[in-house]
């Protein structure tokens, strides 16, 4: 059983700026076809400012690797089970935002070969003037050994 | 300036389907892409051998991919309208070599406060077996038609439209006839909040009148405004929520011509009692294992 005490443990709040070269690496990783990825005219002809980042460019955001680990999570490895994400606006090129992830619950769930780990992460990310852009919200299946 | 093709809300129906996407078979090499993308190097997608001592068969494709590819199928789909909500379900693991094909079917549509108009969208991927491998829902805003839109980007008020008000407008639009909604039983009632569309009209057919943004030219036959409701209903749907992992999928290997074109040691051409043993030759190149 994980730790319950993990609940609501948050990390630091990182600065991140939404660079083009992300946006389009995963739009080309996902074979996304829709050009306001790739394509800054088009975007722009769209009414944006810029390339326009995937609607689960946020669950790239969250990730924060460093915090991950201070969980202290052992050597078992986590496996995506759901993610929702609730938008602020569109996530464009050039943004700062200042992104922050926290554990949200730690639940043990009878699962079909016995009891499993649950941990959900939740992420959040704000503008520059402080304005909600994003939310994530992450339910990892954690695997025993 | 307004987009040359945009989606607006009066131009959406409850069971509107999405043009299914079919993805490339998802390679290893995608898998790594997607890693160094996003950043997630989970060993179980990028460390085959961490991945088999696990206990899987090889390393697995990031269900985040198969929620990517329903971000693509909605994106295309809204060109551009705001996106409130985006959640997705895992519900099969994909493996390298899998064949995913994402659809999605408008769930619902609200008038939300004056002024803002919703759709829910039902989105979901199955994998060349038919099999559901992730369950999604997407909720966005639309502008309600180009009118909204070109009073929005101009700084003026929303377009408020109630229900009551588009009701009246479909029932001048439909002609004669009131557009047959087909039995209220065989589709699940999504959305409870939206009456069956346009009473009887009683109004006299106005002649020139255009219902939505593509509509035709109406000739003789006055098209009804909201002709792919009833006509298009999509089959029977499953009632509530799920995405209906079924339809008229190319499950069945087209069994006939394998009959007569391999002459081999048993004739079955005529009859075949039970289906012809050998050749499954349509089947899609089953991956991995």
């Known amino acids: 059983m994980l730790d319950k005490t993990l609940i609501g443990r948050e990390s630091e709040a990182t600065v991140v700026e939404v660079e083009k070269g992300a946006i389009r690496r995963l739009a080309d990783a996902i074979g996304d076809a829709n050009v306001v990825h790739t394509d800054e005219a088009a975007a722009v002809s769209a009414g944006f400012p810029s390339l326009v980042a995937p609607l689960t460019f946020p669950a790239v955001l969250s990730q924060n690797e460093r915090f991950r680990h201070s969980l202290d999570l052992g ?10 994400i609730e938008y602020g606006r569109p996530i464009v090129a050039g943004d ?23 941990l959900i992460l939740e992420t959040e990310g704000r503008g520059a003037e402080g304005d909600f852009v994003f939310r994530t919200r992450e339910t990892y299946i954690l695997r025993r050994g | 300036m307004l987009l040359a093709r945009q989606l607006y809300f009066e131009a959406v129906k409850v069971g509107d389907e999405l043009h299914p996407l079919v993805k490339p078979p998802v390679d290893r090499s995608q898998v790594a892409r997607f890693a160094g993308a996003t950043g997630d190097y989970g060993p179980l997608h990028v460390d085959e051998p961490f991945a088999r001592n696990a206990g899987f068969p090889s390393v697995l494709v990031p269900g985040m991919l198969a929620m990517g590819f329903l971000g693509e199928l909605v994106t295309d789909w809204l060109r551009g309208a705001r996106v409130r909500r985006f959640g997705a379900r895992f519900v099969k693991i994909v493996w390298p070599g899998d064949v995913v094909t994402v659809r999605g079917r408008v769930a619902d549509r609200r008038f939300e406060a004056a002024g803002r108009y919703a759709v829910d969208i039902e989105v979901w991927g199955e994998n060349q077996r038919g099999e559901l491998v992730v369950r999604g829902a997407v909720t966005a805003q639309l502008y309600y038609s180009a009118e909204d839109e070109t009073r929005q980007r101009n700084g ?22 009131a557009p047959a909604r087909p039995a209220v039983g065989t589709r699940p009632v999504v959305a409870p909040a939206r009456p069956p569309v346009a009473p009887p009209p009683k109004v006299p057919p106005r002649p020139e009148q255009k219902p939505a943004p593509k509509a035709p030219p109406a000739p003789v036959k006055p098209p009804a405004p909201r002709p792919a409701v009833p006509k298009k209903a999509p089959a029977p749907k499953p009632p509530a929520k799920k995405p209906a992992p079924k339809r008229p ?3 069945k290997p087209v069994p006939r011509k394998p009959a007569a074109k391999k002459p081999a040691a048993r004739p079955v051409p005529g009859k075949s009692a039970k289906k012809d043993s050998r050749p499954a030759p349509k089947k899609k190149p089953d991956k991995r294992r």
């Open chain 1, 75 to 84: 050597t078992r490895s986590l496996l995506l089970g759901e993610e929702s």
């Open chain 1, 96 to 118: 700062r935002l200042t992104v922050k992830t926290k554990v949200a619950d730690v639940q043990e769930r009878a699962g079909t070969s016995g009891a499993t780990d649950v």
């Open chain 2, 156 to 177: 003026q008020p929303p377009l408020a439209v109630t229900p009551a008000e588009e009701e009246e407008r479909l029932a001048k639009l439909s002609r004669s006839t």
């Open chain 2, 249 to 251: 999928a190319p499950k």
